[in-house]
């Protein structure tokens, strides 16, 4: 048993935005969570279809749905920066960070031989 402390463990995805829908009302979880799905032209079905593939969207509605039940909060997932950012964002960073070309000390060197004239 894997899900024993997961508040949301057996509650579809369908059934938490219906619940937030009755609860708030589009325009109102638009404010809360501004996505484009909860904005303009609205529906259950295009919002499922938005959530599934979007990760940092659907962490936003379950912890809206947790705040309004008074359930347990999840714990922040630390990072080694102290960010709190999506997956994508992560593969972003690392993807830059590593096609950087690295400086080697004989460059910089040169350039203070320059400067400093060494």
């Known amino acids: 048993m894997t899900q024993v402390n997961n508040p949301l463990h057996g509650i579809k995805l369908e059934a938490l935005l219906i619940d937030l829908v009755e609860h708030y009302g589009w ?11 909860f904005k ?5 079905k295009s919002s499922l279809r ?3 593939k ?3 969207a659907r962490e936003k509605v379950e912890y809206l749905y947790l705040k309004m039940n008074k359930l347990p909060l ?10 709190q950012a999506s997956d994508k964002t992560l593969r972003a960073a690392s993807n830059k960070a590593a096609e950087r070309p690295s400086k080697d000390s004989d460059d910089d060197a040169q ?3 320059n400067i400093w004239g060494n």
């Open 74 to 83: 999840p714990a922040r997932k630390p990072r080694e920066d102290g960010y």
């Open 111 to 113: 350039v203070n031989s």
């Open 54 to 56: 979007t990760l940092w």
């Open 40 to 44: 303009h032209d609205p529906s259950i």
């Open 50 to 52: 938005f959530l599934r």
């Open 27 to 37: 325009e109102e979880l638009g404010e809360r969570i501004n996505v484009r799905c």
